[in-house]
């Protein structure tokens, strides 16, 4: 099992920048790929960003150029920069990690609204 918590949404004015934190624990060693999704009010889940071990990071089109995941060497840590930041960005957002064997770890998400 692997538990994700994740923090560092909030209120920010459009143009503004967050940086969203993702701390894994528990039996890490089998994570193989890790990502970012989103959710809307609304609307389905959707990929924000994701990569597989010592892969290129894939990020949704809407966020090419804004968003930038990073993750630490022990995979006990994954990030989200995100800057320039609009209106459509406010959903929740969910942390993601998967095991080698398939096993689909999420977190609890969190909130980031932009508005004026």
């Known amino acids: 099992q692997v538990q994700l918590v994740e923090s560092g949404g909030g209120l920010v004015q459009p143009g503004g920048s967050l940086r969203l934190s993702c701390a894994a624990s528990g039996n890490i060693f089998s994570i193989n790929s890790m990502g970012w999704y989103r959710q809307a009010p609304g609307k389905e889940r959707e990929l924000v960003a994701h990569?597989?071990?010592?892969?290129?990071?894939n990020y949704a089109d809407s966020v090419k150029g804004r968003f930038t995941m990073s993750r630490d060497n022990t995979k006990s840590a994954v990030y989200l920069q995100m800057n320039r930041l609009q209106p459509e960005d406010t959903a929740v957002y969910y942390c993601?990690?998967?095991?080698?064997?398939?096993?689909?770890?999420w977190g609890q998400g969190t909130q980031v609204t932009v508005s004026s």
């Open positions: 993601s990690m998967s095991s080698s064997r398939g096993a689909v770890f």
């Open positions: 990569s597989t071990n010592d892969a290129n990071t």
